[in-house]
């Protein structure tokens, strides 16, 4: 029964077409249009903060990251150890600068500056003897 339906119901629709064409109208050419202008307007309120992340002898951090405080932005550093960071425009923006084994720094800084960073190793935790209750 569900086969016999199943064959007449293709053979109704057979002669059937669905237009080939996208049908469009004029409100929504123009609110494609004002996305797109939007959409480049806050692209021109974007901006580059540049810099070099270096060790404390001066040597650059290969593949430091420099991450946009709030948000998930983030770049790594070169070979040279500098990075290029696109940010808001005419707004303060927190960087974090971080590399496995030195301590991590916090800068405010604007778009369209320099910021350079120089890292500093942790500082080792001093070795507490454990003091052990069983003996093996």
């Known amino acids: ?5 199943a064959l007449v119901g293709s053979a109704v629709f057979a002669g059937s077409s669905r237009p080939t064409t996208e049908v469009t109208s004029p409100l929504a050419s123009s609110t494609m249009a004002a996305a797109e202008t939007e959409g480049s307007a806050s692209l021109l309120r ?7 992340i270096l060790d404390e ?8 990251t420099v ?4 948000s ?5 550093t070169d070979a040279k150890g500098e990075y290029s ?13 971080g590399y496995g084994g030195y301590t991590d720094e916090e800068v405010h800084v604007k778009g369209g500056t320099t910021a ?21």
């Open 57 to 64: 002898e001066g040597k650059p951090l290969i593949g430091a």
């Open 67 to 70: 991450l946009q405080k709030g």
């Open 85 to 97: 960071l696109r940010v808001p425009a005419n707004q303060p923006v927190t960087l974090q600068y």
């Open 72 to 76: 998930f932005y983030g770049v790594s």
């Open 1 to 5: 029964m569900v086969v016999g339906t």
């Open 46 to 52: 974007v901006t580059t903060v540049r810099g070099r």
């Open 116 to 136: 350079n960073m120089t890292l500093v190793p942790r500082q080792k935790e001093a070795k507490v003897k454990k003091h052990r209750w069983f003996i093996f």
